[in-house]
């Protein structure tokens, strides 16, 4: 039994039936050959995960709860995502997992460049790169870096797109089949980037090693900010930048979107970034890609390392 198939060829065949019907929008009738297939596979993921999103369609919420938690427990690494389901239908210890990011990347890895650039418009690191060099401007800081570290690095689009500006470039990310692309790219380092999770690899760096972070649509795919911006401020060096995009919210906080990302507000953005001891150099509204033929509304965010002193963000606060 795998992910692509319950070994039950009956129950296979049933289960591509049900999510014909979904895309069809017949949702009881793919609720009941879920159900179907459950019977004959009661512990295959998938088919709870497609019961869950039947039942959630159909306007069954409780029901979709109940599948999506089954499928979650059925496959703890949830590549699946069936966490980021519950925490869109308001279940308090659900949200995206590191199983789902990379599962969703590795798929992702053979088409992405070219989606991306010609399906979505995206302009993710031009967007970054041209704020990188405003507050650079801003501060007459020079457009020029020692060290960055490109979180969420993909392929490395964002590396293609501020290599001639830094002398060494560090570079991680979640799916293996990102980071194989990203190596032979010929952007990074020596060993870059690294395969693993952005804030783990940023605990285990060096205080102030970097001089840029950088994060082309990536905290889309992270609530709360806290965390990455507490440990970003410990590897920037003094007069260190960090620059990223976000997709924009109204009003104050954060939420999970309809499109499974995260959407941040700029108040939210002003406050967590104050917390952390990093002051906010730039942030204005941008478009990084398209979606269905609309723009997506974002933030484009330049934060730089408070010199003067600790904040009580850092006392634990």
């Given at each position: 039994m795998t992910l692509h198939s319950s070994g039950d060829l009956n129950a296979d065949r049933r289960y591509g039936y049900a999510q014909d019907l979904l895309k069809d929008h017949d949702f009881a009738a793919a609720a009941d050959l879920f159900r179907q297939v459950l019977e004959l596979t009661p512990a295959w993921p998938p088919a709870w995960f497609g019961l869950g999103e039947a039942l959630e369609q159909a306007g069954d919420r409780t029901g979709a709860i109940t599948a999506f938690?089954?499928?979650r427990v059925l496959s703890p690494p949830d590549a699946l995502g069936a966490g980021v389901r519950l925490a869109r239908l308001g279940v308090a210890d659900a949200g995206m997992t590191p199983g789902y990011v990379a599962a969703l990347f590795d798929e992702y890895a053979d088409r992405f460049d070219t989606h991306l650039v010609t399906a979505l418009?995206?302009?993710?690191?031009?967007v970054?790169?041209?704020?990188?060099e405003k507050a650079c401007g801003l501060s007459e800081r020079p457009f020029h870096f020692q060290r960055a570290c490109d979180l969420g690095c993909g392929t490395g689009l964002m590396a293609a797109a501020i290599r001639d500006r830094v002398a060494v470039i560090e570079g991680v990310d979640?799916?293996?089949?990102?980071?194989?692309k990203a190596r032979r790219s010929g952007y990074y380092g020596e060993g870059q980037p690294l395969c693993g999770d952005l804030l783990d690899t940023l605990d285990s760096a060096a205080e102030e090693q970097f001089d840029l972070l950088l994060a082309a649509d990536v905290l889309v795919y992270l609530g709360d900010l806290a965390p990455l911006l507490k440990a970003?401020?410990?590897v920037l060096a003094k007069g260190g930048i960090f620059a990223f995009t976000v997709q924009a919210q109204a009003g104050e906080g954060y939420s999970l979107g309809a499109d499974l990302?995260?959407?941040h507000s700029e108040a939210y953005l002003r406050v967590v970034a104050a917390q952390r001891g990093l002051t906010v150099e730039l942030l204005d509204p941008c478009i990084t890609r398209q979606d269905a033929g609309k723009p997506v509304h974002g933030f484009v965010v330049v934060l730089g390392h408070v010199v003067q002193s600790v904040?009580?963000?850092?006392h634990g606060h």
């Open positions: 938690q089954q499928a418009d995206y302009r993710g690191p031009e970054v790169m041209a704020a990188v979640l799916s293996p089949a990102m980071v194989e970003a401020r410990r990302r995260y959407h904040l009580a963000a850092d």
